[in-house]
C-alpha cells in the first residue's frame, strides 16, 4: 500500500477513506487538546524558554473550538 512521507519518520496511508482520515484526524485533535488542558502551562512556558519558536517548526497549539465530531460519530 502506497503512503506519503511528511518528515524522516511519519507516513500517512493514501488509501484512507475520507471518513477514517477523519476519525484519525478527531483523534488525534483530541489528544493534542487533552495534552493542552492538563499540561498546558508548563508547555507554554517551556517553549518561550526554548529555541522552537524561532526555528520555523509549527507548534500545534490549541484552537479551543468545537470537537470535529461528537463522542457518538467515533467507533472506538
Known amino acids: 500500500m502506497k ?4 518528515g524522516p519518520s511519519l507516513s500517512i496511508p493514501e ?5 477514517e482520515a477523519l476519525v484519525v484526524a478527531s483523534f488525534l485533535y ?3 487538546q487533552s ?3 492538563t499540561h498546558g502551562h508548563e508547555m507554554a512556558e517551556a517553549l518561550c524558554r526554548s529555541d522552537e519558536l524561532s526555528s520555523g517548526a509549527p507548534i500545534p497549539l490549541p484552537n479551543h473550538r468545537d470537537d470535529l ?5 467515533m467507533p472506538f
Open 3 to 6: 503512503k506519503k512521507r511528511y
Open 30 to 32: 483530541r489528544i493534542s
Open 69 to 73: 465530531t461528537s463522542d457518538d460519530d
Open 35 to 37: 495534552i493542552w488542558a
Open 15 to 19: 488509501h484512507w477513506s475520507p471518513d
